[in-house]
């Protein structure tokens, strides 16, 4: 691996309080991420399961982890399984995790090769009333994919086809929507990077540079900094193209006079950050690009107030909202009457910001959480305000990663440049 060896006990801690979830007699199984196809004998970079991940955290695929607390045999309430290495596989893919390798990176004393696994099941089972089994409970997702997990719950059902099965997402989406100290040191060194990509961009960008050559100098100054590269699908787009929410062509060319978006951030050891910001492609800031530029960074930062512990998801929005409003307005996008006059749904508004303003942010880009969880300490969140005015070809949005604290936000991007006057500043250093 390219990161530096993450703490043990992180995962020791995540196994320990998903423990304190479950019911009696209950058994915890959780499958690695296949790896993916593409074409004829190629594949895809493999990706881990993020819940696998936060549990031991291994990133290596054909990995089990069986969890039955309440086994009679101490020996059989926590074990990893993990794909035994050949001669072979080591020349073609490189080494594999050994059992010492795997113990000293998880915290888990007992562990097997995969190979085991069918028979150390049948061994377990039996013994358990209830069996928790992972599936991806997202509100967004879109499941296509059969994944290794989706698999097992068919085989396992059919195998034993009487025991009381139970969903182990909300139990991991009440655990992962808090973050550890250690995952929050993980994330800060995702945003670290990512501010590193971001002001090497600085000196870059001009007229006539492609999208396509600005996402080639972020990877490379994501990837030698022992990132792996990009948490999501880069959004690079200048002038209109802004204006498009998951735009991700990268393939127009920045011309002189227009603004360029960039929601692009790195990951770190399996952690994702989140950044946007918007840019003046030749350096200097038109009068009505900064109005705009400004009206949004300030709805960020009204944002950043309401954030607080105590407030949910629905009311926030709705607030923010309230605030984009009266920004919207001062910049004669909609009239005030005609404001005051509109639905609740607040139709004049979300013709210039129709998205969400802030998402939980962890091992998955938009992390998992418990509909409308109330904030609170310890959580941390996206703060991405936008406004898209489509008739003039100009999209702003800027966004920050800010951890919920007690008595105010800490902002782990506030090392990374967003005043105009300083993004300005170091554009014209050349």
């Avoid at 709705?318 to 509109?342: F, H, R, Y």
Wanted: proline share 5%; charged share 25%.
């Amino acid at each position: 691996m390219r990161y530096e060896p993450i703490d043990p006990q992180l995962f020791v801690r995540n196994r320990d309080r998903l423990r304190s979830l479950l019911k009696p007699n209950s058994i915890v199984i959780v499958h690695s991420n296949d790896i993916y196809p593409t074409n004829a004998d190629g594949s895809m970079s493999f990706k881990q399961n993020a819940d696998l991940m936060y549990l031991t955290g291994v990133d290596q695929e054909e990995t089990i982890l069986v969890l039955m607390p309440d086994a009679k045999d101490p020996k059989q309430r926590e074990i990893l399984l993990v794909k035994e290495t050949s001669e072979l596989i080591a020349i073609w893919d490189g080494d594999k995790l050994t059992k010492e390798q795997a113990k000293a990176a998880t915290g888990i004393e007992r562990i097997e090769w995969t190979h085991s696994f069918d028979s150390l099941l049948h061994t377990l089972v039996p013994q358990a009333d209830h069996i928790y089994l992972p599936t991806n409970e997202h509100l967004r997702a879109s499941v296509i994919v059969e994944t290794r997990n989706d698999r097992f719950i068919k085989q396992c059902q059919a195998r034993y086809p009487l025991h009381s099965y139970q969903r182990l997402a909300p139990l991991m989406h009440r655990l992962r929507i808090t973050k550890d100290p250690v995952e929050i040191d993980i994330i800060q060194k995702a945003c670290n990077i990512t501010g590193k990509g971001f002001r090497r961009l600085l000196g870059f960008v001009k007229p006539g540079v492609g999208e396509w050559e600005v996402e080639a100098e972020l990877l490379h100054e994501f990837v030698r900094n022992k990132s792996r590269g990009f948490a999501y699908g880069p959004i690079i787009g200048s002038g209109k193209n802004a204006c498009v929410l998951h735009y991700i062509e990268n393939s127009a060319v920045c011309n002189d006079g227009e603004m360029l978006l960039l929601d692009v951030a790195a990951e770190y050891a399996g952690w994702a950050s989140d950044l946007t910001r918007t840019i003046p492609v030749n350096g200097r800031f038109t009068q009505r690009q900064r109005q705009v530029y400004d009206a949004v960074l300030r709805v960020l930062r009204g944002a950043n107030e309401i954030l607080r512990p105590g407030n949910n998801p629905m009311d926030y929005q709705k607030q923010v909202i309230e605030i984009m409003e009266g920004e919207l307005i001062g910049l004669g996008l909609i009239d005030a009457k005609a404001a005051k006059e509109q639905g609740p749904d607040k139709p004049l508004v979300k013709k210039y910001f129709m998205h969400g303003t802030s998402h939980h942010m962890g091992l998955d880009v938009h992390d998992v959480a418990p509909p409308n969880e109330p904030f609170a300490e310890g959580m941390v969140f996206t703060i991405e305000p936008g406004i898209y005015i489509r008739e003039e070809g100009l999209g702003i949005r800027l966004e920050n990663d800010v951890l919920i604290g007690k008595d105010s936000n800490f902002d782990l991007m506030g090392n990374i440049p967003i005043e105009a006057e300083e993004i300005e500043a170091l554009m014209n250093v050349r």
